[in-house]
């Protein structure tokens, strides 16, 4: 589990770095998050594997995202688990990618783990197409 550390404080703009704004709005800011392991780390080309990401700081988020590899995609927070839940995109290739996460839905981890995306086994033919309940065919 990860400590919350999102904390808002006063933001006022200045076009001259001498006069501000009157109005200020709140900024939040949030320790960085660190991505360690997935749960499920390969999944077909076609996508849509369910992927739990597991790391820390995830607590706290406002617009949370995937990307796997340049792919970006929904994600939700799973407070119980402590973890980020996503489903993997389509991908035009087999082969490993990053997977990294945004809790604003714009600055990502700089850290890392793999997915493997594996090409899909079609099934065409099969010979002998029947055999005993038994098996041993």
Not at 13 to 31: G, I, K, L, P, R
Not at 46 to 72: K, N
Request: aromatic share 10%; charged share 20%; proline share 4%.
């Amino acid at each position: 589990g990860s400590a919350y550390h999102r904390r808002a404080v006063p933001l006022e703009v200045s076009m001259n770095a001498q006069q501000y704004t009157e109005d200020e709005v709140a900024f939040s800011y949030y320790a960085e998050p660190s991505v360690s392991a997935l749960r499920f780390d390969r999944g077909p080309t076609s996508g849509g594997t369910s992927v739990a990401v597991q790391g820390s700081s995830f607590r706290g988020g406002s617009v949370y995202r995937c990307r796997f590899g340049m792919d970006e995609v929904n994600a939700t927070y799973s407070a119980e688990d402590d973890e980020l839940q996503c489903v993997s995109p389509s991908s035009t290739a087999a082969g490993n990618v990053a997977v990294e996460v945004s809790l604003n839905g714009q600055q990502f981890t700089t850290s890392e783990v793999g997915f493997e995306y594996y090409a899909e086994v079609i099934v065409s033919h099969l010979m002998p197409s029947a055999g005993p309940r038994q098996g041993g065919t």
